[in-house]
């Protein structure tokens, strides 16, 4: 079994691959039953659309991979926390854990003032909050 350090290096690889591409730096995967089922690369610049936030573009490649959009007992570790929109998608498709790295002042899905990814004023249908766990290498 990997640990959440070997899954934080890898999203961290991303990252670098990101900047490297003029993307801002973030890299995401998905593991389920301790196997990555997706992974991706921030592209809001090379993609030249927003929405693909490496959180975001992470959750339509898992959807795609598993054939549902239901990621109950899924872990989604990210180099930052997930920005506001990111943390919609992650609520949405029930992901059940966050690892992140790196906080993010102001729109951080966790520590802002809008925290979609801990607060209980959601859609009903959309289930509990995900488990949060702030990586430190530690």
Not at 63 to 73: P, T
Not at 97 to 125: C, N, R
């Amino acid at each position: 079994m990997k640990s959440d350090k070997e899954y934080m290096k890898r999203c961290e690889e991303l990252a670098k691959v990101a900047g490297e591409k003029g993307n801002v730096p973030v890299g995401s995967v998905i593991v389920k039953e301790c196997e990555i089922i997706a992974e991706a690369e921030e592209a809001g610049k090379t993609k030249n659309d927003i929405t693909c936030h490496a959180e975001i573009e992470v959750v339509r490649a898992a959807v795609k991979n598993l054939g549902s959009k239901d990621l109950s007992g899924c872990t989604l570790y990210t180099t930052h926390e997930p920005c506001v929109m990111c943390s919609y998608a992650i609520r949405f498709h029930r992901i059940s854990k966050v690892v992140y790295l790196h906080p993010v002042e102001y729109l951080g899905g966790i520590t802002s003032s809008m925290p979609v990814l801990t607060t209980d004023e959601v859609p009903a249908h959309w289930g509990k909050a995900p488990e949060i766990v702030r990586f430190s290498e530690g």
